[in-house]
Structure formats: structure tokens, C-alpha cells
């Protein structure tokens, strides 16, 4: 069994996750079966329903906090009327406002809150109990009541000082106290005194063999756990990032990225690391040869993978430009929404579609509202894209640091040309200066007006100057090495060697 370790994952995931449910498509084709272990809380949202909103299996996934008990991760089958019938012999009214509703009692301001998974359906994902206007608990429901949290007032606040979780017949399972940053896991059996060890813990009850392989994606605050307790499992690390500081390195010292220092310091632990470009591999054996003086096992495998080159069934839409990311501050989504508000004056029917979901769509919005640019630069939130590349003829990125870069191998495999930044590791990996697209140059502090133009100028010159068919041509070309056969190749390789 091969385990794959992440912390969390949302409605608007990273790119770790993607490369995840990349990673469990190659599994499955080539047979060898997989599990992905998520160790965060997530009290807002169930998780099955995010892991199976970017192609998971709900037989693929291990939540830390249902392993100890007989739930596992599913669909909230918890109706309202299930939760009325535990309210026999108590006057109530019942009032509902889409995906809130509320269940008021007698007394002095008591009630439940009632969070509905939609607003069409009647399934309860969690509860909040109010008693005279004071938060005391909340109730988490799958198919039956998961955890529960205890809340007291504190400092004028609602405190979460206790978590009990149960098992389906509603026996408890295990318990967490919580004291402020301290938290502890009562077992029958074990007092754990931190999350970390209760991730250790989890650990050592796979009962793990040499037959088993455990991946992490993301260490921090569990590496150490995981590794103490992997037996005689093999451990890989996939880097999903850059791994080093480059302001902060000189001929004498390194600064690794504190994700991976951990895991670069229990290099003879580590079975392999991954890296998803042939550059980032080359650049960190010299880094561990040099400064480390070890030679680890590392390994370049595409984090995606295409099932197939994907070709236009209609005509791509002249001089329409895609970009999808996370829209987050980093992304820097917003230059280029500059960038095309200038090209339009000059290229009337330019067009930026924006596909994504985060934290700095509010503010993108104003941009574009700011700019007059509402008809022809749009927010399309999230959708699958694997059949909308093809609509447009070019791909823009304001990415200044990336990996790998899943949307730029699936923008060349619709045949798109990529602009973006000289940066490490994806615009390098994915465009051929002059052959499918720009690099355009970045540093740190480069003056607004001189980045804002070379974006422009490349752009005019793709739509204006370039044979947009032959650079398609050469996109499409590129994109073969990434197809699935290939990466599966890869991955089969590895298992089979380690």
C-alpha cells in the first residue's frame, strides 16, 4: 500500500493537491492501490465532499480524526428529521433561511443553529447549541453524529475547550482537551499530548511493513511524528516548491525552505525525493552534494499527468487569453488584469478569461470594475478545465514562483502558447522562448511600468506578429512527455526499484 500524507484541503485546493489527485489516477492505472491521509480539523465543510470535488476515491481517504473511531469519511446522510427526533417531548418552532435553519425553545434566548450541507437538501452537517445566548456546543453529523465541541465563555469569547468523537453506535471513541495552544488525546488505553504524536500514533496503527511505501507532501508539523513510526516502510518526499532560499545562500551556507529542512536533514531516512522538473532535480543534488555532502536518491516525475493531447472541436475564440489558479495575492492575477486593460486599447476584441476560487477575489473584482473591463476580462470561478483550453489561443501566467505548474502542462496540452516570467520551475519547464510562448524578465522590486510593459509588449507581439499555429504545434509537441503512459512509466519505475 502506498500512504500519502497532507494536511488539509478546501474547495479552492493548492497545487499540492491536484498533484495529489493526479498522483492517485497514475496509481489506479498501474494497479497499486493507495490511501491519502489528511490530518487537519475541518469543521466548516465535509471532507469527502472535497476530495471527491478534485477526483479522489471515498475509498482512497483516511481523515486522522475517524481513524480511531469506525466512521469513516462519507456523505452526510444526517437529516433534519433525524435531529427533530431526538427533540421529543421539547417544544420547539422551526424556521429555516436557505442553508441555515433554527430551532428555537422555550426559555431565556435557547436554540440550535442548524447548518444544512446546501441549501436544497435537508442533510445536517453540524449543529450549534445556544443556551441564554451563549455558545455551549456544536455537533458534526455523517451518516450519524461524528465529534462534538464544548465551548465556554472566555474573554468575552466562545472557547472550544473539549472534542469527544464517537463511534457509530454512539459510544465514545476517544476524547481531545484543549487549553489554550495545549492540547491533549485521552484514550482508554493512552493519554497523547500533542497533535503530532496523535499523527505518530495513527502511524504506528497502519502497521506498516517493507512492502509498504509512505509519501508525504507536506511535513510541517508532522514529519517527525511520521517518521518515528513508519517501521520498516519505505518514505519518499515529494517537493512541491521551491526548496531554498536563494537571497539567503552564499558558497557557504544554504537556507532550505523550512518545509522541506526536516526532511533534507533525515536524508539517510528518506528512500527518494520527487521533484517534478528536471532542473529543480539537477540544481538539488548539487545543493545536497555541495553543502550536505550526501547523494540522495532523487527523482523527477511529473506531478500531473494528461490522459491526452486535448484538440479544438471548434474554432479558438482570436485573441482570447486564459489564466487559472488559485486567486490568491501571490498568483498575481491583478497584473494581469493591468496588462490586458492596456491591449485592449490597441486590440479591441482581447479578451482574459480568469478561472479560480480564493481569498483575493473581492479585490480582483474592484480591478476589473476599476478598470471598465467588465466586458471583456472575466471572473469564471471553479470549473473542470479539462475541454475549455481549447477555446482560447494563448495562456497568460503572473505566477512568480512555481514548482511545477499543473495548469501550464494542461494549457500545452490544448495546444496553447504560455506567457509568463523567467522563473524557476514551471514557465522554464513548460516555455521555449520564441517556440511557444515568452519568459518574460523578473526580479524582486522590478518597476511596475517595466513589468506591466514587457507583459503587454508579448502579448501584442503573440497576437499581432507570431504564427499562433505553429507555436500551437509546438505546445502540443512538448506536452507529449507529460501524457499519463509516461508518467505512469515513471511512477511503476520507482515502486519497482526503491
Known amino acids: 500500500m502506498i500512504y500519502n500524507y497532507n494536511l488539509g484541503i478546501g474547495w479552492a485546493s493548492s497545487g499540492v493537491e491536484y498533484a495529489q489527485s493526479y498522483r492517485a489516477k497514475v496509481l489506479r492505472n498501474i494497479n497499486m492501490p493507495a490511501k491519502f491521509i489528511f490530518t487537519d480539523m475541518f469543521p466548516k465543510d465535509n471532507l469527502i465532499d472535497m476530495t471527491r470535488n478534485i477526483g479522489f476515491k471515498d475509498d482512497e481517504i483516511i481523515w486522522l480524526y475517524t481513524f480511531f473511531t469506525d466512521y469513516q469519511p462519507e456523505d452526510v446522510t444526517y437529516t433534519i428529521t433525524d435531529l427533530k427526533n431526538t427533540l421529543e417531548g421539547q417544544k420547539f418552532n422551526y424556521e429555516r433561511d436557505g442553508k441555515i435553519g433554527k430551532i428555537l425553545f422555550e426559555g431565556e434566548n435557547d436554540f440550535y443553529r442548524v447548518y444544512f450541507v446546501n441549501t436544497d437538501s435537508d442533510y445536517v452537517h453540524r449543529v450549534e447549541m445556544v443556551s441564554r445566548g451563549k455558545l455551549v456546543r456544536?455537533?458534526?453529523?455523517?451518516?450519524?453524529?461524528?465529534?462534538s465541541e464544548y465551548y465556554a465563555p472566555l474573554d468575552g469569547k466562545a472557547h472550544m475547550y473539549h472534542r469527544r468523537f464517537f463511534n457509530r453506535d454512539g459510544s465514545l471513541a476517544y476524547e481531545e482537551i484543549n487549553d489554550d495552544e495545549n492540547v491533549m488525546y485521552k484514550f482508554?488505553?493512552?493519554?497523547?499530548?500533542?497533535?503530532?504524536e496523535l499523527v505518530g500514533y495513527m502511524t504506528e496503527r497502519l502497521n506498516l511493513t517493507g512492502d509498504d511505501i509512505v509519501i508525504i507532501d507536506r511535513t510541517t508539523g508532522q514529519g517527525q511524528a511520521i517518521l518515528e513510526n513508519v517501521g520498516q516502510a519505505k518514505v519518499g518526499i515529494v517537493i512541491h516548491a521551491d526548496h531554498f532560499s536563494e537571497g539567503a545562500t552564499d558558497d557557504d551556507y544554504i537556507l532550505w525552505n523550512?518545509?522541506?529542512?526536516?526532511?533534507?536533514?533525515?536524508?539517510?531516512?528518506i528512500s527518494f525525493y520527487v521533484t517534478a522538473t528536471e532542473d529543480q532535480r539537477q540544481l538539488l543534488l548539487k545543493?545536497?552534494?555541495?553543502y550536505m555532502?550526501?547523494?540522495p536518491n532523487v527523482v523527477t516525475i511529473p506531478v500531473g499527468a494528461l490522459p491526452r493531447l486535448m484538440e479544438p472541436t471548434t474554432p479558438r475564440k482570436p485573441h482570447s487569453l486564459i489564466t487559472a489558479s488559485r486567486l490568491a495575492?501571490?498568483?498575481?492575477?491583478?497584473?494581469?488584469?493591468?496588462?490586458?486593460?492596456?491591449?485592449?486599447?490597441?486590440?479591441?476584441?482581447v479578451t482574459l478569461d480568469i478561472y479560480g476560487k480564493g481569498g483575493a477575489q473581492k479585490l480582483l473584482e474592484e480591478k476589473i470594475e476599476a478598470a471598465g473591463a467588465k466586458s471583456y476580462i472575466?471572473?469564471?470561478?471553479?470549473?473542470d478545465l479539462t475541454e475549455v483550453y481549447t477555446k482560447y489561443e494563448a495562456y497568460l501566467s503572473g505566477s512568480t514562483s512555481e514548482g511545477f505548474g499543473l495548469t501550464l502542462m494542461e494549457a500545452i496540452g490544448s495546444g496553447l502558447p504560455i506567457i509568463g516570467f523567467d522563473v524557476r520551475y514551471g514557465n522554464k519547464n513548460f516555455i521555449d522562448e520564441g517556440r511557444n510562448g515568452y519568459k518574460l524578465p523578473y526580479s524582486i522590486g522590478m518597476e511596475k511600468s517595466k513589468r506591466q510593459k514587457n507583459i503587454v509588449d508579448a502579448i501584442k507581439k503573440l497576437f499581432l506578429q507570431d504564427d499562433l499555429e505553429e507555436m500551437q504545434k509546438y505546445s502540443y509537441e512538448k506536452a507529449k512527455k507529460y501524457l499519463a503512459s509516461e508518467v505512469e512509466a515513471k511512477w511503476k519505475k520507482l515502486i519497482e526499484t526503491i
Request: glycine share 4%.
Open 138 to 147: 456544536k455537533d458534526y453529523f455523517m451518516s450519524g453524529r461524528v465529534f
Open 188 to 196: 482508554p488505553d493512552r493519554l497523547i499530548c500533542s497533535k503530532e
Open 258 to 269: 523550512n518545509y522541506y529542512e526536516y526532511s533534507f536533514a533525515m536524508n539517510k531516512y
Open 287 to 290: 545543493q545536497f552534494d555541495k
Open 293 to 295: 555532502g550526501v547523494k
Open 329 to 349: 495575492t501571490e498568483k498575481h492575477v491583478d497584473w494581469l488584469i493591468d496588462a490586458v486593460a492596456e491591449v485592449h486599447k490597441e486590440i479591441p476584441d
Open 378 to 383: 472575466r471572473l469564471m470561478g471553479q470549473h
